[in-house]
């Protein structure tokens, strides 16, 4: 997204997700190894977050499908569903 498309609107980064402690995405992803490298680990945390409040049923199918233009260079993609499917749980309980 450019800057200029974001204008008035509200952006949240991923320091940002953090309150006062890890967001529960954060946390399960440090707790299932979804974090590797590093590279991707911004963009898939914050896409997934936004998968598991719009749908907090979300299916393994569902999280791959919504993460693939997200692209991981460790291929470390089965933790990274791990994560979500974590934090999914823990986001509605």
């Known amino acids: 997204v450019l800057a200029v ?11 940002g997700l953090a309150n ?6 954060q946390q399960a992803f440090w707790d299932q190894h979804g974090l590797q490298c590093g590279y991707c680990t911004p963009g898939m945390i914050m ?15 569902e999280i ?6 997200n692209i991981c260079r460790c ?8 994560a979500v ?4 749980e823990t986001m509605n309980a």
């Open 5 to 15: 498309q974001a204008d008035g609107s509200d952006v949240t980064t991923i320091e």
């Open 20 to 25: 006062g402690g890890l967001h529960p995405m």
């Open 47 to 61: 896409s997934a977050t936004k998968l598991v409040e719009n749908n907090p049923d979300i299916t393994e199918e």
């Open 64 to 69: 791959r499908h919504g993460l693939e233009g």
């Open 75 to 82: 291929t470390g993609y089965q933790n990274i569903v791990k």
């Open 85 to 88: 499917q974590q934090a999914a």
